[in-house]
């Protein structure tokens, strides 16, 4: 007795048109997404960062009213038998300037 196909081909249709979609939406992502790059003078800052949150304007920046603000928080967390380290670390400036217009 042979195998009828015919109702299986409304399912391949969608499956191959979702496995086309998925593919051309991954290149687009790849192609417009940028590699990135690893600046050691921030890796040294953020090492330098002291554990906990602070915000201050520096005086020499008033006429700025630049505002920078820092935050690190450490921790070591174990978690079903294993060990991670939680490192995270954040440096912020935010500036606004009054425009001559």
């Given at each position: 007795?042979?195998?009828?196909?015919?109702?299986?081909?409304?399912?391949?249709?969608?499956?191959?048109?979702?496995?086309?979609?998925?593919?051309?939406?991954?290149?687009?992502?790849?192609?417009?997404?940028?590699?990135?790059?690893?600046?050691?003078?921030?890796?040294?800052?953020?090492?330098?960062?002291?554990?906990?949150?602070?915000?201050?304007?520096?005086?020499?920046?008033?006429?700025?009213?630049?505002?920078?603000?820092?935050?690190?928080?450490?921790?070591?967390?174990?978690?079903?038998?294993?060990?991670?380290?939680?490192?995270?670390?954040?440096?912020?400036?935010f500036r606004l300037r009054a425009t001559g217009e």
């Amino acid at each position: 007795m042979p195998l009828p196909l015919a109702p299986l081909i409304p399912l391949a249709v969608r499956l191959g048109l979702v496995a086309t979609t998925t593919f051309a939406l991954t290149r687009l992502v790849q192609s417009a997404s940028h590699p990135g790059r690893t600046d050691q003078r921030a890796e040294d800052a953020l090492d330098d960062l002291g554990e906990g949150l602070s915000l201050h304007r520096p005086a020499d920046r008033a006429e700025d009213r630049q505002t920078n603000a820092t935050a690190r928080v450490r921790r070591v967390i174990r978690f079903r038998g294993r060990t991670y380290e939680l490192d995270a670390g954040l440096l912020a400036r935010f500036r606004l300037r009054a425009t001559g217009e």
